[in-house]
Structure formats: C-alpha cells, structure tokens
T-cell receptor
Framework: GIQVEQSPPDLILQEGANSTLRCNFS?????LQWFHQNPWGQLINLFY???GTKQNGRLSATTVATERYSLLYISSSQTTDSGVYFC???????????FGEGTQLTVNP | NAGVTQTPKFQVLKTGQSMTLQCAQD?????MSWYRQDPGMGLRLIHY???????DQGEVPNGYNVSRSTTEDFPLRLLSAAPSQTSVYFC?????????????FGQGTRLTVV
C-alpha cells in the first residue's frame, strides 16, 4: 500500500518562530489532507489540498503532486499551535485515508 | 453546527463485555468511517460506510461490527472486548469518499479494556 512519511518527527520552537513540516508519499493520490491533533486529542482538518498552495491565517500548505510531497508552513508560531500534525492521503482506488506518523510540535512561550 | 459527535468520551470495560460507541453527524455526509489510534501505529481504518445500508471492512475490522440505518448515525459495536482493543477511537465523515472530499473527525473516545 501507499507509504506516507513525515519529517521531522519532533520539533521544538520558541513562540514567534517559523517552521516547515514535510510529507512525502509513495504513490499518486487524488488529494492530501493536513490535520492538527491538539493536546486534548481532537483532530482538526487544516487543509484539503490536492495540489497547489492554500493559506489560512498563519498556516499555509503546498502540495506538489507530481513530485509526491506536501509542505505545511507555520509562521509566527503560538503556544496553541502545539500538538501533532498529520498528513493523510487516500490511494486512488481506496476508500480510506493513510496517515503519516505525524510531527510532534512543541511551541514554548 | 455540531459536526461529528462521539459518545462517550471515556469508557472502561472489563474483558468480555460488549458496548457500542456512538457517532452522529449533522452535515448530511454520505461517507462515514471509524479509525483507531494507537501509539506507534498511527490511525487505522476499522469499518466504513458509503451511505445508509452500506458498510464495508477496513484495515482492522476483527472484533467490531457496524451498521448504518440512517445517514446521520454510524455506531461501532465491540462484541467481546479484549485488552488489545484499548485505544482511542475516532469517527469521521465526508460528503463523498475521502478520495475527493475533506474528512471531519469527532473528538474521539478513549477506551480502556481491563
């Protein structure tokens, strides 16, 4: 099945810093989704991004489908950005999302 | 707009007991699914449904049953709980299949089987 790899696995930042999270996938996909799991465990859908770039406030995401990767940018990070960031893709013929292992982000005040 | 609602949030079961995890969505989504999240294993699909009356198995279906009698509800039944089913369970929905639509998740149910 499709493989999804995220890097880095852990990231510690000071409040106000910028960061880039990467997601590589091993096969062609119809879309890619980024999620934030907050410290209370809730999974929030950040982006649905099959290709191109989308922005939502301090967060933006870029997917280059032909090269099989996506990037999540977090600018001017805040402590509330802490948590685990997952990317997930569906295989072209499948009905489930395959999740990466996640990037654990800690933003210190 | 409540989105995807799961109950209960926490549950402790004894080995061999049965229970039902409830999931409801108010977005009129056709596609609903159940995942479990375990340390080091990520999120894995248990069962999914593409509409009322239609369900199918995911990656790890053993020990679980589902049914979909309405568009809104998709309960997950544990038939005879085992310690290996200790996990965090998430219900998700999307307007169509996850291949073409954004997935929204409930807040999760943390289940411990002793």
């Amino acid at each position: 099945g499709i493989q999804v790899e995220q890097s880095p696995p852990d990231l510690i930042l000071q409040e106000g810093a910028n960061s880039t999270l990467r997601c590589n996938f091993s096969d062609s996909v119809n879309n890619l989704q980024w999620f934030h799991q907050n410290p209370w465990g809730q999974l929030i859908n950040l982006f649905y991004i099959p290709s191109g770039t989308k922005q939502n406030g301090r967060l933006s995401a870029t997917t280059v489908a032909t090269e099989r990767y996506s990037l999540l940018y977090i600018s001017s990070s805040q402590t509330t950005d802490s948590g685990v960031y997952f990317c997930a893709v569906p295989p072209t013929s499948g009905s489930r999302l395959t999740f990466g292992e996640g990037t654990q982000l800690t933003v210190n005040p | 707009n409540a989105g995807v609602t799961q109950t209960p949030k926490f549950q402790v079961l004894k080995t061999g007991q049965s229970m039902t995890l409830q999931c409801a969505q108010d977005m009129n989504h056709e596609y609903m699914s159940w995942y479990r999240q375990d340390p080091g294993m990520g999120l894995r699909l248990i069962h999914y449904s593409v509409g009322a009356g239609i369900t199918d198995q995911g990656e790890v279906p053993n020990g679980y049953n589902v049914s979909r009698s309405t568009t809104e509800d998709f309960p997950l039944r544990l038939l005879s709980a085992a310690p290996s089913q200790t996990s965090v369970y998430f219900c998700a929905s999307s307007s169509t299949g996850v291949g073409s639509a954004r997935a929204f998740f409930g807040q999760g149910t943390r289940l411990t089987v002793v």
